[in-house]
């Protein structure tokens, strides 16, 4: 059974920085792309940010600059460093992954917490 799981969100004043993990875990024999989106209260789910296999990275306008999604395949792991945090970067943060298994498919993450205070 494939799993994601997100951990490193939490509150921080404008300005400031977190940083966000994604691993996942069970029989796993290859992860193409993986990807960070976002979920505002009442708005869509957006992508934030992918990375391929091979390192290529997508952003989105919104925040190009100021965040950097990086992986390592061996801990078969996704990051996303979140710099010059502003309030409109406030939502509930999901990792995907295209995962090759058992069982392939998009697999999500339960979601992680940030909110951006002014």
């Known amino acids: 059974q494939v799993q994601l799981v997100e951990s490193g969100g939490g509150l921080v004043q404008a300005g400031g920085s977190l940083r966000l993990s994604c691993a996942a875990s069970?029989?796993?024999?290859?992860?193409?792309?993986m990807a960070w989106h976002r979920q505002a209260p009442g708005k869509q789910r957006d992508l934030v940010a992918s990375?391929?296999?091979?390192?290529?990275?997508t952003y989105a306008d919104s925040v190009k600059g100021r965040f950097i999604i990086s992986r390592d395949k061996f801990k078969n792991a996704v990051y996303l460093q979140m710099n010059s945090l502003k309030p409109e970067d406030t939502a509930v943060y999901y990792c995907?992954?295209?995962?090759?298994?058992?069982?392939?498919?998009?697999?999500w993450g339960q979601g992680t917490q940030v909110t951006v205070s002014s």
């Open positions: 069970g029989t796993i024999l290859r992860i193409e792309t």
């Open positions: 995907n992954a295209d995962i090759r298994s058992s069982v392939s498919g998009i697999f």
């Open positions: 990375i391929t296999s091979g390192s290529a990275t």
